[in-house]
Protein backbone atom coordinates (compact mmCIF):
# COMPACT_ATOMS: atom_id res chain seq x y z
CA UNK A 1 0.00 0.00 0.00
CA UNK A 2 1.60 3.40 -1.15
CA UNK A 3 0.84 6.73 1.41
CA UNK A 4 1.84 8.62 -1.31
CA UNK A 5 0.79 8.17 -5.56
CA UNK A 6 2.25 10.59 -7.98
CA UNK A 7 0.95 11.25 -11.84
CA UNK A 8 1.59 10.79 -14.46
CA UNK A 9 4.84 8.09 -13.33
CA UNK A 10 6.60 9.44 -17.13
CA UNK A 11 5.53 12.58 -18.78
CA UNK A 12 7.46 14.13 -22.12
CA UNK A 13 6.68 17.68 -23.49
CA UNK A 14 7.60 20.09 -25.75
CA UNK A 15 9.21 23.26 -24.81
CA UNK A 16 7.21 25.91 -23.74
CA UNK A 17 4.50 23.67 -23.04
CA UNK A 18 2.50 24.03 -19.13
CA UNK A 19 3.41 21.08 -17.36
CA UNK A 20 1.15 19.31 -14.29
CA UNK A 21 2.20 16.91 -11.80
CA UNK A 22 0.17 15.17 -9.40
CA UNK A 23 0.42 13.91 -5.95
CA UNK A 24 -2.48 12.41 -4.23
CA UNK A 25 -2.06 10.93 -0.18
CA UNK A 26 -4.05 8.49 2.00
CA UNK A 27 -2.36 9.76 5.59
CA UNK A 28 -2.86 12.60 7.29
CA UNK A 29 -0.34 15.37 6.84
CA UNK A 30 1.38 17.98 8.52
CA UNK A 31 3.05 19.07 5.52
CA UNK A 32 3.79 18.11 1.72
CA UNK A 33 7.17 18.50 0.13
CA UNK A 34 8.39 18.57 -3.71
CA UNK A 35 11.51 17.23 -4.84
CA UNK A 36 13.81 17.59 -8.08
CA UNK A 37 16.09 14.85 -8.99
CA UNK A 38 18.38 15.44 -11.41
CA UNK A 39 19.75 12.83 -13.88
CA UNK A 40 22.84 12.77 -12.03
CA UNK A 41 21.11 11.75 -8.66
CA UNK A 42 20.78 15.09 -6.84
CA UNK A 43 17.50 15.95 -4.63
CA UNK A 44 16.84 19.41 -4.79
CA UNK A 45 13.93 20.74 -2.18
CA UNK A 46 11.73 22.92 -4.60
CA UNK A 47 8.54 23.73 -2.20
CA UNK A 48 7.57 22.77 1.67
CA UNK A 49 3.88 23.61 1.75
CA UNK A 50 1.06 22.73 4.03
CA UNK A 51 -1.77 24.76 2.61
CA UNK A 52 -2.68 27.04 -0.50
CA UNK A 53 -0.39 27.84 -2.92
CA UNK A 54 3.16 28.98 -3.41
CA UNK A 55 5.72 30.17 -6.44
CA UNK A 56 8.95 30.18 -7.35
CA UNK A 57 9.93 31.08 -11.10
CA UNK A 58 7.81 29.16 -13.74
CA UNK A 59 7.15 26.56 -10.76
CA UNK A 60 4.10 26.79 -8.70
CA UNK A 61 2.72 24.46 -6.17
CA UNK A 62 -0.75 24.04 -4.56
CA UNK A 63 -2.54 21.89 -2.33
CA UNK A 64 -5.55 21.18 -1.59
CA UNK A 65 -6.05 19.29 2.11
CA UNK A 66 -9.36 18.15 2.41
CA UNK A 67 -9.05 16.48 -0.84
CA UNK A 68 -5.79 14.92 -0.22
CA UNK A 69 -4.08 16.16 -3.32
CA UNK A 70 -0.96 18.57 -4.55
CA UNK A 71 0.24 19.37 -7.74
CA UNK A 72 3.07 20.90 -9.43
CA UNK A 73 3.15 23.09 -12.04
CA UNK A 74 6.14 24.29 -14.23
CA UNK A 75 5.04 27.20 -16.72
CA UNK A 76 7.16 27.41 -20.17
CA UNK A 77 8.44 24.27 -19.59
CA UNK A 78 12.60 24.34 -21.02
CA UNK A 79 14.70 21.45 -21.29
CA UNK A 80 16.93 21.82 -18.12
CA UNK A 81 13.31 21.08 -16.46
CA UNK A 82 13.83 17.50 -17.07
CA UNK A 83 13.74 15.47 -14.04
CA UNK A 84 12.25 13.13 -11.92
CA UNK A 85 10.05 15.22 -9.24
CA UNK A 86 9.32 13.96 -6.53
CA UNK A 87 6.31 14.35 -4.32
CA UNK A 88 6.78 13.62 -0.10
CA UNK A 89 4.30 13.98 2.91
CA UNK A 90 5.02 14.55 6.72
CA UNK A 91 2.80 12.44 8.87
CA UNK A 92 0.79 15.00 11.12
CA UNK A 93 2.10 12.83 14.28
CA UNK A 94 6.18 11.68 15.22
CA UNK A 95 8.29 12.77 12.02
CA UNK A 96 7.98 9.87 9.29
CA UNK A 97 8.18 11.20 5.70
CA UNK A 98 6.93 8.95 2.98
CA UNK A 99 7.40 9.55 -0.91
CA UNK A 100 6.06 9.11 -4.51
CA UNK A 101 7.55 7.04 -6.64
CA UNK A 102 8.60 10.32 -8.94
CA UNK A 103 7.24 11.75 -11.88
CA UNK A 104 10.33 11.27 -15.01
CA UNK A 105 9.74 14.38 -16.63
CA UNK A 106 11.18 14.90 -20.06
CA UNK A 107 10.90 18.33 -22.12
CA UNK A 108 12.19 17.69 -25.50
CA UNK A 109 13.26 21.08 -27.66
CA UNK B 1 29.52 26.52 3.26
CA UNK B 2 30.08 22.64 1.70
CA UNK B 3 26.30 21.94 2.79
CA UNK B 4 25.56 18.05 3.04
CA UNK B 5 28.38 16.03 2.23
CA UNK B 6 28.65 11.97 2.16
CA UNK B 7 31.06 9.93 2.76
CA UNK B 8 32.06 7.45 0.47
CA UNK B 9 30.24 7.87 -2.88
CA UNK B 10 30.74 4.43 -3.83
CA UNK B 11 31.22 1.32 -1.94
CA UNK B 12 31.03 -3.14 -2.89
CA UNK B 13 31.01 -5.07 0.21
CA UNK B 14 30.38 -8.81 0.46
CA UNK B 15 27.87 -10.49 2.41
CA UNK B 16 28.57 -10.00 6.20
CA UNK B 17 31.16 -7.45 6.15
CA UNK B 18 30.20 -4.05 8.11
CA UNK B 19 30.93 -0.65 7.22
CA UNK B 20 29.45 3.16 8.06
CA UNK B 21 28.45 5.51 6.02
CA UNK B 22 29.67 9.41 6.84
CA UNK B 23 27.43 12.67 6.89
CA UNK B 24 27.89 15.54 7.53
CA UNK B 25 26.46 19.26 7.57
CA UNK B 26 27.48 22.73 8.36
CA UNK B 27 24.75 24.20 8.67
CA UNK B 28 24.13 23.73 12.01
CA UNK B 29 20.45 21.68 11.28
CA UNK B 30 19.57 20.01 14.16
CA UNK B 31 17.35 17.47 12.07
CA UNK B 32 19.30 15.10 9.92
CA UNK B 33 18.25 11.63 8.13
CA UNK B 34 18.91 8.83 6.62
CA UNK B 35 17.35 7.76 3.29
CA UNK B 36 17.72 4.29 0.83
CA UNK B 37 16.21 4.48 -2.31
CA UNK B 38 15.28 1.63 -5.18
CA UNK B 39 14.26 1.28 -8.46
CA UNK B 40 10.87 1.69 -8.53
CA UNK B 41 10.22 2.06 -5.13
CA UNK B 42 10.28 6.07 -3.68
CA UNK B 43 12.63 7.01 -1.23
CA UNK B 44 12.21 5.32 2.17
CA UNK B 45 13.12 6.63 5.85
CA UNK B 46 15.94 4.61 7.57
CA UNK B 47 16.51 6.66 10.70
CA UNK B 48 16.34 9.78 12.41
CA UNK B 49 17.88 12.28 14.12
CA UNK B 50 16.10 15.51 16.13
CA UNK B 51 19.49 16.60 17.86
CA UNK B 52 22.79 15.86 18.79
CA UNK B 53 22.56 12.45 21.25
CA UNK B 54 18.92 11.69 19.83
CA UNK B 55 17.95 8.91 17.31
CA UNK B 56 14.92 7.69 16.24
CA UNK B 57 13.73 4.65 13.73
CA UNK B 58 12.04 5.88 10.50
CA UNK B 59 10.18 3.46 8.05
CA UNK B 60 12.81 0.45 7.47
CA UNK B 61 15.47 0.34 10.07
CA UNK B 62 15.96 -3.16 10.50
CA UNK B 63 19.83 -4.29 9.44
CA UNK B 64 21.01 -0.44 10.23
CA UNK B 65 22.28 1.33 12.95
CA UNK B 66 22.60 4.65 13.56
CA UNK B 67 24.37 7.21 15.95
CA UNK B 68 24.76 11.02 16.51
CA UNK B 69 27.52 11.96 18.74
CA UNK B 70 28.27 15.25 16.91
CA UNK B 71 25.35 18.04 15.75
CA UNK B 72 27.33 17.95 12.49
CA UNK B 73 27.36 14.39 11.89
CA UNK B 74 25.07 11.38 11.51
CA UNK B 75 26.41 7.90 11.00
CA UNK B 76 25.06 4.94 9.52
CA UNK B 77 26.08 1.33 10.32
CA UNK B 78 25.80 -2.14 8.78
CA UNK B 79 26.67 -4.53 10.97
CA UNK B 80 26.38 -7.77 8.45
CA UNK B 81 25.70 -6.39 5.17
CA UNK B 82 23.13 -8.27 3.06
CA UNK B 83 22.27 -8.38 -0.79
CA UNK B 84 18.96 -6.27 0.18
CA UNK B 85 21.51 -3.56 1.01
CA UNK B 86 22.14 -2.38 -1.80
CA UNK B 87 21.09 0.90 -2.75
CA UNK B 88 21.41 4.03 -3.04
CA UNK B 89 21.21 6.14 0.22
CA UNK B 90 20.91 9.85 0.96
CA UNK B 91 21.67 11.73 3.88
CA UNK B 92 19.66 15.51 4.67
CA UNK B 93 19.42 17.40 7.10
CA UNK B 94 16.87 20.33 7.97
CA UNK B 95 16.71 23.03 10.56
CA UNK B 96 13.43 21.64 12.47
CA UNK B 97 10.82 19.38 11.38
CA UNK B 98 9.12 21.99 9.01
CA UNK B 99 12.46 23.10 7.23
CA UNK B 100 13.63 22.65 3.96
CA UNK B 101 15.53 19.09 3.57
CA UNK B 102 19.23 19.65 2.21
CA UNK B 103 20.57 16.50 0.55
CA UNK B 104 24.11 14.84 0.71
CA UNK B 105 25.05 13.41 -2.84
CA UNK B 106 24.32 10.05 -2.17
CA UNK B 107 25.98 6.87 -1.39
CA UNK B 108 25.82 3.79 -4.39
CA UNK B 109 26.21 0.56 -1.93
CA UNK B 110 26.76 -3.43 -4.32
CA UNK B 111 26.21 -5.84 -1.65
CA UNK B 112 27.62 -8.90 -3.08
Known amino acids: KNEVEQSPQNLTAQEGEFITINCSYS?????LHWLQQHPGGGIVSLFMLSSGKKKHGRLIATINIQEKHSSLHITASHPRDSAVYICAVKRDTGNQFYFGTGTSLTVIP | NAGVTQTPKFRVLKTGQSMTLLCAQD?????MYWYRQDPGMGLRLIHY???????AKGEVPDGYNVSRLKKQNFLLGLESAAPSQTSVYFCASSYGAFGTQYFGPGTRLLVL
Open chain 2, 27 to 31: MNHEY
Open chain 1, 27 to 31: VGISA
Open chain 2, 49 to 55: SVGEGTT
